[in-house]
């Protein structure tokens, strides 16, 4: 049997075991990275036949973050009366995007800072998405979960279950119920998940360089894209970005530099020290890229961007009246949603 079979009959042994102890409802054991395995590289151009909604509103977000459903949503459906959709709605909104999350390490570790905004991991990968979501439930349900016996018997030796050497989600403020990640394709469908100026912050960790130049196009920062980001991110919101490869480093922050709605912020919040934004500090530290690149004693690039305000419309002077009112129409904003009526006396 080659290698690569007995990999895979491993992970199948490994699968079912694990399907079988949830069917007897026995608490998930945290998933086994090595059994999650899958490749650095994946072509987002290719068709992964992915689940995806046709707009944000049609987005039900309740199945990943249930403990943030309930009546107070149901109070707040009418902030958005103008917005179409059978989803059942949160009591708030996913504010945080990890693009490209991988192994969740970053999720993991915003989990209990912020525990009461929703953040979402997005990977393309459909293995490590598997076990960023697995991990995210199992940590879910230790809270509530027994915990299990030292010495497991030899009918159950080899059954998951779960592994009190990580903190329960019932030490962890918040206890991972506000956090989730979804197998997607943001470079094709990230407006389809989150409407205008949704967003406060998009992180951007350790994405795939590609080196050579006719895959640049597939680099998840471009002009095009980087329009993308600024629609979902309010103003104020933030782009951060690390990578362990000076090259595209330089190149995120030549792009996102020249893109109009874009601005970096200053030298301090980016650099350890006591100016340094906390999140910054956070994704140098805890995702699992960094701190491997930390391990082999490499070097971390890091650039933040905040998203500018949006230019206001430009007010011109307009003759004549307003149909059904006899009074002048001397100002209006031209493309504003409330438009400025004055008469002319005034």
């Given amino acids: 049997m080659s290698n690569t079979s007995h990999k895979n009959q491993k992970r199948d042994e490994y699968r079912a ?3 079988k ?7 998930a054991g945290l998933p086994q990275k090595k059994y999650y395995r899958q490749r650095a590289h994946s072509n987002p151009f290719s068709d992964h036949q992915l689940e995806y909604p046709e707009s944000p509103e049609a987005m039900d977000w309740s199945s990943h973050y249930p403990m943030f459903t309930g009546k107070k949503a149901e109070r707040n459906a009418d902030l958005h009366e103008e917005r179409k959709g059978n989803a059942k709605r949160l009591d708030r909104e996913v504010e945080i995007a990890d693009i490209g999350c991988g192994y969740g390490g970053l999720l993991f570790a915003l989990a209990p800072k912020m525990p009461e905004t929703l953040i979402l991991g997005l990977e393309i990968r ?4 598997k076990f960023v979501q697995e991990k995210i439930k199992a940590l879910r349900q230790q809270g509530n979960s027994p915990r299990p016996p030292s ?3 030899k009918e159950t030796a080899k059954t998951p279950v779960a592994d009190t050497s990580s903190p329960s989600s019932s030490s962890v403020p ?5 956090i989730a990640c979804l197998r997607a394709n943001t470079m094709k469908f990230l407006p389809n998940f989150f409407h205008r100026h949704q967003l406060r912050a998009i992180f951007l960790c350790f994405p795939d360089p590609h080196f050579k130049a006719r895959k640049h196009k597939a680099r998840i920062v471009s002009s095009s894209l980087n ?3 600024a629609y979902v991110l309010r103003p104020g919101g933030k782009v951060y970005t690390i990578t362990d490869v000076e090259d595209l480093h330089e190149w995120m922050v030549e792009r996102l530099g020249s893109h109009p709605s874009f601005e970096r912020v200053s030298r301090e919040e980016e650099e350890e020290g006591e100016g340094q934004d906390e999140l910054v500090g956070v994704m140098r530290r805890e995702t699992e890229e960094g701190k491997k690149v930390e391990r082999n004693g ?9 998203r500018v305000e949006d230019p206001s419309w ?6 004549g009246k307003v149909p059904g009112n006899d009074t002048a129409l001397s100002e209006r904003k031209v493309g504003s949603e409330s438009s400025t009526i004055k008469d002319d006396g005034e």
């Fill in 174 to 178: 918040g206890g991972y119920q506000n």
């Fill in 151 to 153: 010495s497991p018997s």
């Fill in 298 to 306: 490499g070097k971390k690039f890091v650039a933040v961007f905040r």
């Fill in 21 to 27: 102890a949830e069917g007897e409802g026995l608490p």
């Fill in 227 to 229: 329009s993308e980001y």
């Fill in 314 to 319: 430009p007010v011109r002077r307009l003759q």
């Fill in 126 to 129: 459909i293995s490590v998405a």
């Fill in 17 to 19: 075991a694990k399907h």
